[in-house]
């Protein structure tokens, strides 16, 4: 059998389709539409909330705290505070201080400088609705706090809740579609790239959904909200303030056309790791064994320092714009300043203005940062799901029926005529291969390491599919069938069979779900495998961890047998089986296959050529086509290339 087994390289990417990308979620998001229409209702409250708190202060300061527009007073500006006389209370005091009050077109007015010439009690009197107005701004600021504090929690919970489902749904449909692929996919795709998929890509887009959405969508209202504000104000001061923008933008621009280049190597970089990794663990015994942890090490070494070089590319940029960004909105505020303090000098502003102008355009910088790191946070969850849509968009199945699949029929007869079948097209395994295959009828395939015996069996299955030719079942084309009920109704045990992280128990119910105690119990009495359980402190209990490393191999490969035997298959396929077991295992398990096979339909690929005497046909291949076929002795008896390899192995 032969395979692809060259390093399997990322496919690099064309130019980056943000919107395709975008609209691509699109269907994993909508069943979640009401969800995400609330989270940004609320969000709309917590923008007008944080939009509100300068202005509260602008009308604290411009109606309560300095309430009035300065007036030129000896060539100075002066500012007044009107008060009351109506009030017996005021017009007591205003006559105890004549000297620091005045009258001017018939109201009665004390300058503020002269406000701390008072005794406290008066002055207290005098500003009294100026107190009670200032604590009602109090009380509305500590409402908009209030219910700032309760948006901001019912946002994030709504929004974590819909994130989390659509990442549920997300992972299930690539888990399902990663299930369905056929095995010439992973041949070339390797373990850790597969789970940084499944996993830290998956958990990108998560934050991509639960923190860029919303809060993106709360910078881009913070910041039409404060432009609207601020040019109500003073459209003037405004247009001074936005000068900056031109050059925000341009650095933006540049950061990001960066940024996206360098989070699709770094995506690239963190799967190969893992990919290296997982294929360290899994051949830590080779390595040890030829003393190849040193070289290992340096590979790794190399792999490391890519990511790291990738990752120190991106905190550059990030060191260069958002220190740019903040020198930026420092250069607004300067203008501000200079430009507004004239104008408040000059009278047509007032100070409450100026405050909240200060205030609104430290507010309008603040989410230009966050976008540039929510920008960031972009990126990186967009070269994630670049990689998982690739994966989503490759084709790689089995054809399934075009036609309603047939259940409940017995696997009875198998065809294969003049099939021709290779894992590269370009280079055929097997070449014009015909046999008939009847119920209750025992085959044998053998021959040389490479004839292509095993991918007999791979086409049998489904694994893949013929170049040309056709396979037949009960006189049906092979398409024609459901994969599953195809393998449901046959048993295959391989040479190295996996064995999951199981109880030995649901290792046999993976067979057959609905197998009782009884049921298990004869079956692993038929393979001689109740002595083992027996020696298990937890019997039928006992968990298979690391593939069944604490068993041996020969117990490994018949508890593998009982497992697939618990289907009570129509086609019993034995693939060299007993080819990496001991001698006293080997005639155990011959024992126990010749048990089972006995009035079954039975395959069996034998290295060993002792394995397949029994047979009642036995097919002899060589480069990919039957050269042989007969019984075992008539096959010695043509001396040919059968008997030759009989001469070999004795």
Not at 30 to 52: D, G, K, N, Q
Not at 109 to 133: C, H, M, N, V, W
Not at 538 to 550: F, N, P, V, Y
Not at 583 to 601: D, F, N, P
């Amino acid at each position: 059998m032969q395979h692809d087994h060259g390093f399997f390289e990322e496919v690099q990417l064309g130019k980056p389709q943000d919107i395709g990308i975008l609209h691509r979620l699109a269907p994993f998001v909508r069943p979640y539409a009401f969800l995400v229409f609330l989270s940004l209702v609320l969000v709309l409250v917590i923008t007008v909330c944080e939009l509100s708190i300068p202005y509260v202060t602008k009308m604290a300061v411009d109606r309560y705290i300095v309430p009035t527009q300065p007036e030129q007073d000896q060539g100075h500006e002066t500012r007044f505070l009107q008060v009351d006389t109506g009030d017996p209370q005021v017009r007591s005091i205003v006559s105890k201080h004549p000297g620091l009050f005045e009258e001017k077109q018939g109201t009665t007015r004390i300058a503020y400088t002269d406000l701390p010439k008072l005794p406290q009690e008066s002055l207290t009197r005098l500003r009294e609705q100026d107190l009670q107005g200032v604590s009602l701004l109090s009380l509305a600021f500590l409402g908009i706090i209030t219910l700032n504090f309760g948006a901001n929690f019912g946002q994030r919970m709504i929004m974590e809740l819909s994130g989390q489902r659509i990442m549920h749904d997300l992972r299930m449909q690539l888990y399902s579609h990663v299930q369905s692929l056929s095995l010439s996919f992973f041949n070339r795709s390797p373990v850790g790239r597969l789970v940084t998929r499944m996993t830290n890509d998956v958990q990108n887009l998560h934050e991509l959904l639960t923190n860029f959405l919303s809060f993106v969508l709360k910078d881009v209202f913070m910041l039409l909200g404060i432009a609207v504000i601020l040019l109500v104000i003073h459209w003037q001061l405004a247009l001074v303030s936005f000068a900056v923008i031109p050059f925000v933008l341009v650095a933006a621009t540049v950061f990001a056309r960066r940024a996206r280049k360098i989070f699709r190597i770094l995506r690239i970089k963190v799967a190969e790791i893992n990919s290296r990794f997982s294929e360290t663990i899994e051949g830590m015994r080779i390595i040890h064994l030829f003393g190849r942890e040193n070289v290992n090490l340096k590979h790794f070494k190399v792999l490391n320092h890519e990511n790291y070089q990738a990752g120190m590319d991106q905190i550059r940029i990030l060191a260069i714009f958002l220190p740019l960004i903040e020198v930026l909105g420092f250069l607004a505020m300067a203008l501000i300043v200079g430009y507004g303090g004239t104008k408040v000098l000059g009278g047509s502003l007032s100070l409450g203005a100026l405050v909240a102008f200060l205030s609104y355009i430290r507010m309008f910088f603040r989410p230009l940062r966050d976008m540039a790191e929510k920008f960031n946070l972009l990126q990186n969850a967009l070269s994630s799901a670049e990689r998982i849509f690739q994966i989503m968009d490759t084709r790689e199945h089995i054809a399934h029926p075009a036609s309603k699949p047939v259940h409940n029929e017995p696997l009875t007869d198998i065809v294969f005529s003049n099939v021709v079948f290779g894992y590269n097209p370009q280079k055929p395994v097997l070449e014009d291969i015909s046999f008939t295959l009847h119920q209750g009828e025992r085959i044998a395939f053998v021959g040389p390491t490479g004839a292509g015996k095993s991918s007999l069996i791979h086409l049998l299955v489904r694994f893949y599919a013929p170049q040309k030719g056709h396979i037949l079942i009960n006189g049906r084309d092979i398409s024609q069938w459901d994969v599953a009920y195809i393998r449901s109704r046959i048993a295959l045990v391989m040479q190295e069979s996996f064995l999951f992280a199981r109880t030995i128990r649901e290792t046999l119910l993976q067979g057959n779900p609905r197998l009782t105690e009884k049921e298990i119990e004869r079956l692993l009495k038929e393979l001689d495998l109740w002595p083992l359980i027996h020696k298990l402190d937890k019997g039928l209990d006992t968990i298979l961890s690391g593939r069944g490393s604490s068993l041996s191999t020969g117990e490994r490969q018949l508890l593998a047998m009982a497992r697939a035997m618990a289907k009570n298959p129509d086609i019993l396929i034995l693939d060299e089986a007993t080819s990496s077991i001991d001698s006293e295992t080997e005639q155990r398990l011959g024992r126990a296959m010749h048990r089972l096979q006995q009035g079954r339909t039975s395959i069996t690929i034998a290295h060993r050529l002792a394995t397949a005497r029994d047979a009642d046909t036995i097919y002899v291949l060589h480069h990919g086509r039957i050269v042989e076929s007969g019984s075992h002795s008539r096959l010695l008896a043509t001396n040919g290339l059968y008997a030759r390899l009989q001469q070999v192995q004795a």
